[in-house]
């Protein structure tokens, strides 16, 4: 649970086959600027990565990199990946 002052944000992801690289570097990224980073998707179980961005597309190319692998793992075994709200529990009101 985030603090008072901490700021927040939310990853909207789908449940299934969702990009290693485009969820993870920023995952990683914001949560050691301080940053509390939750996640949502459809059924509010964890995500399922695409599994061709971990094993490499095209016989080990175009897959993601080894440090987003890398920061995949961790980011996996957060509680707020592993515990996601689902879409229905999110008030997504956009604030200026």
Not at 1 to 18: C, E, G, H, Q, R
Not at 51 to 77: H, I, N, R, T, W
């Amino acid at each position: 649970m985030a603090t008072p002052n901490k700021k927040k944000l939310l990853i909207v992801l789908p449940s299934i086959d969702f990009d290693v690289t485009e969820t993870s570097v920023p995952w990683k990224l914001l949560s050691k600027g301080g940053v509390q980073v939750d996640f949502t998707n459809e059924d509010g179980k964890a995500g399922e990565y695409d599994p061709l961005l971990l094993s490499g597309v095209l016989f080990g190319q175009l897959g993601a990199a080894p440090e987003p692998k890398q920061f995949y793992e961790q980011m996996a075994k957060s509680p707020e990946f592993q515990n996601p709200q689902k879409y229905s529990q999110v008030d997504f009101k956009y604030e200026i």
